[in-house]
């Protein structure tokens, strides 16, 4: 018996891109993928969210320093606790994106953590304040702020620059340790794919 040869139904066809969709945002958040650090390079985050989904996942510290570009106490319990770690990683408290790792780290004597360089990720982004003088170091895919880099400063380090950042922005993984669930891709172009997707497959993401 010959199989009619029908084009696929809206809902199936629908979940078969929505599948393509999801695969390439998959690709997109493994730091060594090439499609992934040339998205890195947009000025646009990758994970949006709103205040409010923001002050729910955060403790109100966490979300004053990351969300309001707030700067923790110095000396303070976050630092002691930094002393204090190991070997492991240092991730986006926010998104879970991977920032720093214990090679980079080094005592500066200021006060809060301090590396000489982000990590092999490269997830850390760079951006001089509106006046000019200093540099505002953010996490590239969710856009929380980290704290500021300076350069020059005279340390024996390989690079000379001292990335000043907020240990309540970090979440610390010791060495051999499960690395914290990266939040999921919500920029406003893989929404507006979806919502392309569903309106020719005829159906409602409201629903």
């Known amino acids: ?71 923790e106490r110095s000396n303070g319990p976050e630092y002691e606790k930094f002393n204090a770690q190991g070997e492991g990683t240092y991730y986006c408290v926010c998104c879970g994106a991977e920032l720093f790792t214990s090679k980079e780290k080094f005592h500066s004597g200021c006060g809060w953590p301090s590396f000489y360089d982000q990590s092999k990720a490269k997830n850390v982004k760079e951006t001089v304040d509106a006046d000019g003088m200093r540099i505002e170091v953010t996490c590239k895919r969710c856009d929380a702020h980290l704290g500021h880099v300076f350069d020059k400063e005279g340390f024996p380090t390989p690079t000379n620059r001292r990335f000043c ?40 993401l409201k629903k």
Do not use: H
């Open 1 to 71: 018996m010959n199989t009619p040869t029908n084009a696929m139904k809206p809902p199936l066809l629908f979940l078969t891109a929505l599948c393509a969709i999801s695969a390439a945002c998959a690709d997109d958040k493994t730091p060594n993928n090439a499609k992934t650090d040339k998205k890195m390079d947009s000025n646009k985050p990758e994970v949006v969210k709103t205040d409010a989904e923001w002050m729910k996942k955060l403790t109100p510290e966490q979300y004053r320093v990351t969300r309001m570009k707030g700067t």
């Open 165 to 204: 950042i907020n240990g309540v922005a970090m979440q610390f993984v010791p060495k051999g340790g499960q690395a914290p669930k990266l939040e999921e891709v919500t920029s406003a172009s893989v929404q507006k794919k979806k919502g392309d997707v569903a309106r020719e497959a005829g159906v409602d």
